[in-house]
Structures are given as structure tokens and as C-alpha cells.
């Protein structure tokens, strides 16, 4: 069984680039979360997708995208970083999007700094 | 805003006690809780779930929930220094008609031999 992989593992940047960041889910899920964590704090809910679409988005700006492929691997991009932006950013695969999903495989993160 | 509120610790404890991490949460729709271990500088990995008030023990851990108070707790007995790590609460209120897995800022726990 595959588990949940990242890349890159970690990256810096400059203010007002752009990234793309990317995730493969584990094998059999069909639903991706992205999270990202500041130092210190808890990982906050990006959005989630669930077989190709948005499921779910939380207070993010729109600067903030995702995409989920056939295959159920994800993308988050980033434009116009902001020194902010800096931090571990978890992607998080699950079987299903249910009351019960909260079961989720992280991936080791793509650690983000924005000079 | 759903919130998940836990003491951000750290939490210290001797080696062979009891630790007792707790965590409360504002959305009474909510339908399933989680804790999450996280070592530093690496990802959470999933220890625990609970869907039923009440208890819940797998090995060292026991999980406890009280939907009325809001209320999930997670106690590790046999406390090692292995366990030091931060746990994170996490729960499942519903938003815009999906379960979007909300986390907690985590308790640092140490454990001290």
C-alpha cells in the first residue's frame, strides 16, 4: 500500500511569487485535504477535494487553488506569496468524505518559506 | 466558526503516569472526533477516534466523549518518554453540506523518565 507523498519537501521563495505544491494520495482514496501549519499552531483547513471537485474551503483567500486529478493525486497553488504564507503545508488523503471521515493519512509536508 | 479549543500546554508528566489531554469544541453537530499525535517537525498520524459518548481504550489509550459538554478527552497511561509528542483534537462539524476535519493548536506533552 502507497502512502501519501509530497514534493517538494521543503522550498523557498520570494514575495509575490507563485508555488505549486503537490501531493499523491494513498492508494484506494479518493479524497484529498490540504492543511497548512504555522509554527506553533494546529493545521488550519485549506479546502478538500473529493473525485475532482471542491468539496469544502475554509478562510482562505482566493489566491489559494487546488485541483484534483483523475488519478486522485492534488495540487495547491499559491500566488502572490506573502511573507505569511510561510509554513508547513500538510496534505492529508482519506477514503471517504462522510461524518465519520477524519480519518486522515498525512503526507511528511511541504515546508514553506517566503523571504 | 467552529472552533476546537485545547491547552496549548506544555503538559509535563513523570514517566509511568497518567497524562490527561483535554479538548472542547463549539459545533453540536458534530459527528466524530480524533486524536492526533505529532512528533516534532513531522506529520500527524491518527491514534485515536471516538463517534459514541463514553469511552473508548486501545491499549495505553482511553478516549472519552461527552457530547453534551462539548467535551473529548484522550488519557495515556503508562506514561513513556516516547510519548512526548503534541496531540492534536480534531472533529468533524458539518459546513456547506460536507465534514471538514477541524484541528485543534495541539498539547505539547513531555514526559520526563
Known amino acids: 500500500e502507497t502512502g501519501v507523498t509530497q514534493s517538494p519537501t521543503h522550498l523557498i521563495k520570494t514575495r509575490g511569487q507563485q508555488v505549486t505544491l503537490r501531493c499523491s494520495s494513498q492508494s484506494g482514496h479518493n479524497t484529498v485535504s490540504w492543511y497548512q501549519q504555522a509554527l506553533g499552531q494546529g493545521p488550519q483547513f485549506i479546502f478538500q477535494?473529493?473525485?475532482?471537485?471542491?468539496?469544502g474551503r475554509g478562510n482562505f483567500p482566493p489566491r489559494f487553488s487546488g485541483l484534483q486529478f483523475p488519478n486522485y493525486s492534488s495540487e495547491l497553488n499559491v500566488n502572490a506569496l506573502e511573507l505569511d504564507d510561510s509554513a508547513l503545508y500538510l496534505c492529508?488523503?482519506?477514503?471517504?468524505?462522510?461524518?465519520?471521515?477524519?480519518?486522515?493519512?498525512f503526507g511528511e509536508g511541504s515546508r514553506l518559506t517566503v523571504l | 466558526q467552529k472552533e476546537v479549543e485545547q491547552n496549548s500546554g506544555p503538559l509535563s508528566v513523570p514517566e509511568g503516569a497518567i497524562a490527561s489531554l483535554n479538548c472542547t469544541y463549539s459545533d453540536r453537530g458534530s459527528q466524530s472526533f480524533f486524536w492526533y499525535r505529532q512528533y516534532s517537525g513531522k506529520s500527524p498520524e491518527l491514534i485515536m477516534f471516538i463517534y459514541s459518548n463514553g469511552d473508548k481504550e486501545d491499549g495505553r489509550f482511553t478516549a472519552q466523549l461527552n457530547k453534551a459538554s462539548q467535551y473529548v478527552s484522550l488519557l495515556i497511561r503508562d506514561s513513556q518518554p516516547s510519548d512526548s509528542a503534541t496531540y492534536l483534537c480534531?472533529?468533524?462539524?458539518?459546513?456547506?453540506?460536507?465534514?471538514?476535519?477541524?484541528f485543534g493548536r495541539g498539547t505539547s506533552l513531555i514526559v520526563h523518565p
Open positions: 477535494y473529493y473525485r475532482e471537485e471542491e468539496n
Open positions: 480534531a472533529v468533524n462539524p458539518l459546513s456547506g453540506g460536507s465534514y471538514i476535519p477541524t
Open positions: 492529508a488523503s482519506s477514503l471517504e468524505r462522510g461524518a465519520n471521515t477524519g480519518e486522515l493519512f
